[in-house]
């Protein structure tokens, strides 16, 4: 009989810690007293987007990968308060919270954004910085296409097994194994009044407006890794290649035959240029 695939959550601890006005919760690897490293998802994800990753560097690190603020089991803001700049206040919060002077900061998709902007707002808190298939401006239809999702209701499904069948990524091309994103599916919904949804705000893709953070990249110290998927329609090579330069000590790398989900598509490809630069 073929055992059940485990996964990287099986071996954390479930971690919650009061940020401001906020309960934040995130997923624990590693001994603190090691060196911060911090994994930031994307847009409507959640912490276990790293489950394939973070335990790599276990041995190493003091880990944690955060659900953001409204999303997973993170507390959703009331009234609402998705802005870099929140984002931003919630990271120096964990960091303290965790006795964390500086860290390594990973960040995939709109968790990029945030970490190029945190990591520009305060560079003497970042050792080392990853962007993972992220871009420092948001184009504006793609800005208001998210605001036309945000402005409608979490779609409701009468069981478990309908919501984890209708779960899809976006944008929706993937390499990931089919165990994995029903792993995702599964862990990221929640039961609410008989039917399940998923566990995220939707206010959040309502009322963001990320900043433009071309400005900010010549502000980031720190050494920059910048990693795309060759087949990513979000991150362009030339336009990777523009932040690499405009970054003052950035490098590029691309991971070939995925898209922009690189975390799942190839986790084990991302741990491996992750290790050296780490």
Known sequence: MNRPQAFGCELARSRRLTVGALSLHGLEWGSPGRPGLLFLHGGAAHAHWFDAVAPAFADRFHVLSLDQRGHGESQW??????????????????????????????????GGHNAMCFAAWHPARVRRLVIADSRPAVPVERLWERQRRGSRPLRRHGSLEAAVAAFRLLPRETTARPDLLAHLARVGLIERDGKWTYRFDPACNGTRKPVDAWPLLPKIECPTLIVRGKKSPILPRRMGEEMA??????????????????????PAAFVGLLEPFL
């Open 245 to 266: 330069k405009t970054i003052p000590r950035a490098t590029i790398a691309e991971i070939p035959g995925v898209y922009h989900h690189l975390v799942l598509d190839t």
């Open 77 to 110: 803001p009331d009234p609402p308060a998705y802005q870099p700049e929140d984002f931003s206040r919630d990271l120096v919060g964990v960091m303290d919270a965790l006795g964390w002077k500086e860290m390594v900061l990973v960040g995939h998709s709109m």
